[in-house]
């Protein structure tokens, strides 16, 4: 059975850093492609970034570029987004996804998905 399992979230003041983590039982995340979406309240899922199997990062969105990094590391099973300047805007629940050897930025192509984690960005 697959599980991804996420930590990290919380409240944290505008301009603020969080790091998110989501590891893996059940499958080798070496093996796939990694990627991180958010959801604000009444709007879709919506891809941020992702780490291909070679290690390369895609993003999906400008507002991550500069701020957002994804990194693994294999011998935990893990991997993580780490969040530097945060932005009120960037208030969402923030999910891990995985089930490819390819990124895509439609979340309709992923097969797992870790259980959610709020970030809220507030003074």
């Known amino acids: 059975q697959v599980q991804l399992v996420e930590s990290g979230g919380g409240l944290v003041q505008p301009g603020g850093s969080l790091r998110l983590s989501c590891t893996a039982s059940g499958l080798k995340l070496d093996d796939y492609a990694i990627a991180w979406f958010h959801q604000a309240p009444g709007k879709e899922r919506e891809g941020v970034l992702c780490?291909?199997?070679?290690?390369?990062?895609?993003y999906y969105t400008n507002a991550a570029k500069g701020r957002f990094t994804i990194s693994r590391d294999n011998a935990k099973n893990t991997v993580y987004l780490q969040m530097h300047s945060l932005k009120p805007e960037d208030k969402a629940v923030y999910y891990c996804?995985?089930?490819?050897?390819?990124?895509?930025?439609?979340?309709?192509?992923?097969?797992?998905w870790g259980q959610g984690n709020q970030v809220h960005v507030s003074s």
């Open positions: 996804g995985t089930g490819g050897e390819v990124c895509a930025k439609n979340w309709r192509l992923y097969t797992y």
């Open positions: 780490t291909t199997r070679g290690g390369t990062t895609l």
